[in-house]
């Protein structure tokens, strides 16, 4: 199940696992985004289908520009190669319908985005991690 995130889930210790999987930075950077960035954006949560149900992906966006940028998205390591990551950013098309798609990432997920039908660019460096080539990602609609 895919739905949008409640504050207090958007703070709970699995999202903040999920939150470094994307990000991979400093515990205080992780608290920043979670606290600071989170609220300001849309957030949907993918949770597993056995009881409890347990928080195992999300999907963070801008809804409010085009083209709608995904500044994160992480699916828990049990969890990965599932196709989970493809519900998330299929869940983030249906949320914003046509609108073109873009995110920046670097070596380490390049390829999911490639394979899901992004065009993929060289990007400009990230001062958040300035040793790691990026690349700009978008996807139009079809």
Known sequence: ????LQSAER???AMRELVWLAAE???EAITAII???L???TTLGLFSEQEPQELIGFVSFNASREPVEIEYIAVGA???HGGHGSRLVEAVRDHVGGATLYAQT???AVDFYRKRGFT???ADPDPRWPERQRYDCELTSV
Not at 1 to 4: D, F, K, L, S, V
Request: hydrophobic content about 30%.
């Open 1 to 4: 199940m895919i739905r949008e």
């Open 11 to 13: 703070s709970s210790t």
């Open 25 to 27: 930075l400093p515990d």
């Open 35 to 37: 606290t600071d960035e």
């Open 39 to 41: 609220p300001g954006l």
């Open 78 to 80: 049990a969890a990965q």
């Open 106 to 108: 670097d070596d380490d």
């Open 120 to 122: 993929i660019t060289s």
